[in-house]
């Protein structure tokens, strides 16, 4: 990917690859509080920092979790693990010490997802700014209540959303190409069904050209977006979230 601004903030974004290959080398303590700090600079709704980083260190526990991402084994091997969690739990208690009822619905969870998300995102450059790679984990979601029970039981108002590796590569993936930046960017409005199907048509031969080069089948993106969305996925979301207290009403 391109653009024809260039410094060196647009570059490190540019140059973004998920890490899943990574040395024997852990991530030193300065340079994990260095990226959670720069996470906790992002902006956050109103404030109120919905989220929560639970770096997992016991090697024990971090090989009990890789079958529970579907035998994810950089889960184990990476330089350092987190969860990163939506977290309400410091407005719960906030309300219970005020004598006030906590009645947050969906809003309020979809309010820590994406705290969570930009102050994950934020610790992820930071890492990559300081020459690590890392790699999101999203099979984390495979089997909530056991990732749960695995870091000692959460407490209610924690909502896990995802794993992050971060260490040293081992690797150097090509990048993953993107849609077209006119299939995202509209001005306006919103594009017809016609002129989005042109993009995904052109995006899919640069997607299966990537694959190839990869040293896999040559598929496109489209056929890999519908056989990703035409089954159910982690049904069991809902029933845990709402476990934790998550009213998605
Ligand atoms: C929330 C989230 C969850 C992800 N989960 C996984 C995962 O479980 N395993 C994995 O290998 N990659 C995972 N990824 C990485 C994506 O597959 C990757 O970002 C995407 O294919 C684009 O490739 P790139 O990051 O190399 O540009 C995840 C990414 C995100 C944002």
């Given at each position: 990917m391109s653009t024809s601004q260039s410094n060196a903030t647009l570059e490190l974004l540019l140059a973004h690859r998920s890490i899943r290959h990574y040395q024997d080398a852990p991530v030193p303590e300065a340079d994990i509080r260095a990226a959670v700090v720069a996470g906790q600079a992002a902006s956050t709704s109103s404030a109120v920092q919905a989220v929560s980083v639970i770096q997992v260190t016991d090697p024990a526990v971090r090989e009990a979790i890789v079958p529970l991402t579907g035998g994810q084994t950089k889960v184990a091997k990476s330089g350092a693990f987190f969860v990163i969690c939506g977290d309400v739990r410091r407005h719960r208690l906030t309300c219970d010490d005020a004598g006030?009822?906590?009645?947050?619905r969906l809003e309020a969870f979809l309010v820590a997802a994406v705290d969570a998300s930009l102050f994950a995102q934020n610790m992820v450059v930071a890492f990559e700014s300081m020459g690590y790679g890392a790699c999101y984990i999203?099979?984390?979601?495979?089997d909530l209540p056991a990732v749960d029970a695995a870091l000692g039981g959460l407490p209610e108002g924690v909502y896990p959303l995802y794993g992050l590796c971060v260490g040293v590569a081992a690797e150097a993936p090509i990048a993953r190409p993107r849609l077209p930046v006119d299939a995202v960017w509209m001005k306006d409005g919103y594009l017809d069904d016609a002129a989005m199907r042109a993009h995904m048509q052109r995006y899919d031969d640069a997607y299966a050209g990537y694959m190839e080069a990869r040293g896999?089948?040559?598929?496109g993106w489209t056929a890999g977006v519908a056989k990703m969305f035409s089954k159910v996925q982690r049904a069991g979301l809902a029933a845990y979230y709402a476990a934790k207290g998550a009213d998605l009403g």
């Open positions: 006030a009822p906590y009645d947050a999203g099979g984390l979601r495979n896999a089948p040559a598929r």
